[in-house]
């Protein structure tokens, strides 16, 4: 299995369809950074139902040891940059982002980008999934944005 680095979103999507248990179960370990843990607290403090992160033993918090200059100049968020950076430097590990800025500039990079969608693509492809469509359309009511042609490629790939 490989490792992974998750970003916010992935985290916080699993967690409102009641997911959260798939990481550990698809990568041998699983890293993420301070600023998404900043972000959660802060997210917790004013009242949102999010996932604490210290709850998840498996959820190891790491630092980068640097940001990319150049990244800093883009319009992306603390958590994603912090989490693109982590992922330069574990080049062998899958970087979980879901923000489309973050994913093109990760894979122009070189990195191996999942989102939260290929994460369930994943464990229904090793049965840890029943039926693809229902998560899908959960996932959509708990406010991922989620196109009805994406909606069909990803049924698709599940053989749904």
């Known amino acids: 299995?490989?490792?992974?680095?998750?970003?916010?979103?992935?985290?916080?999507?699993?967690?409102?369809?009641?997911k959260i248990e798939l990481p550990p179960r698809l990568f041998d370990e699983v890293l993420t950074v301070p600023?998404?843990?900043?972000?959660?607290?802060?997210?917790?403090?004013?009242?949102?139902?999010?996932?604490?992160?210290?709850?998840?033993?498996?959820l190891q918090v790491v630092s980068p040891k640097q940001v990319p200059s150049e990244w800093l100049a883009s319009d992306l968020g603390r958590s994603e940059l912090e989490t693109m950076a982590l992922a330069l430097e574990?080049?062998?590990?899958?970087?979980?982002?879901?923000?489309?800025?973050?994913?093109?500039?990760?894979?122009?990079?070189?990195?191996?980008?999942?989102?939260?969608?290929?994460?369930?693509?994943e464990a229904k492809k090793q049965g840890m999934i029943s039926q693809m469509s229902s998560v899908v359309d959960e996932l959509k009511r708990s406010g991922m944005w989620i196109s009805d042609d994406v909606r069909q490629r990803i049924l698709k790939l599940a053989g749904e």
């Open 1 to 18: 299995m490989p490792s992974a680095i998750s970003n916010i979103s992935p985290l916080l999507y699993l967690y409102r369809i009641s």
């Open 35 to 58: 600023a998404v843990v900043d972000e959660l607290r802060q997210g917790k403090a004013k009242g949102y139902d999010v996932p604490v992160a210290e709850r998840y033993r498996w």
């Open 90 to 121: 574990h080049r062998e590990k899958v970087v979980t982002l879901d923000d489309a800025l973050a994913r093109r500039i990760a894979r122009v990079a070189g990195l191996e980008v999942w989102g939260t969608l290929r994460v369930l693509l």
